[in-house]
């Protein structure tokens, strides 16, 4: 069956740097749009960074440009968040999920997704 598992969160201390990963199994990732989204204690989720089939990148959230990158591994059937000079802000869950071909805004067009992975920045 489709699944998508996050992985590579965990505690970092402010200014530091995380790795995500969102690998795929069931399909092929490079065929969709593939959007990251974070949840904090207490907010909603919100869109943080998505790639298109096409790898056209999208900034759902100004708070992360320059600081977090998005990329493929088509090898791996894998997409990674590579997080820089994290800000104790940027804690939340993350999540990957698939979109169409081109990344939207709207959450409701990423039907599948992930369980999650935590990322704690201490200050």
């Known amino acids: 069956q489709v699944q998508l598992v996050e992985s590579g969160g965990g505690l970092v201390q402010a200014g530091g740097s995380l790795r995500l990963s969102c690998a795929a199994s069931?399909?092929?990732?490079?065929?969709?749009?593939i959007g990251w989204f974070r949840q904090a204690p207490g907010k909603e989720r919100e869109g943080v960074l998505c790639i298109s089939s096409s790898d056209g990148v999208t900034y759902y959230a100004d708070s992360v440009k320059g600081r977090f990158t998005i990329s493929r591994d088509n090898a791996k059937n894998t997409v990674h968040l590579q997080m820089n000079s994290l800000k104790p802000e940027d804690t939340a869950v993350y999540y990957c999920a698939t979109g169409r071909t081109r990344c939207s805004s709207y959450v409701y067009t990423f039907a599948s997704w992930g369980q999650g992975t935590q990322v704690t920045v201490s200050s």
């Open positions: 069931g399909f092929t990732l490079d065929y969709y749009a």
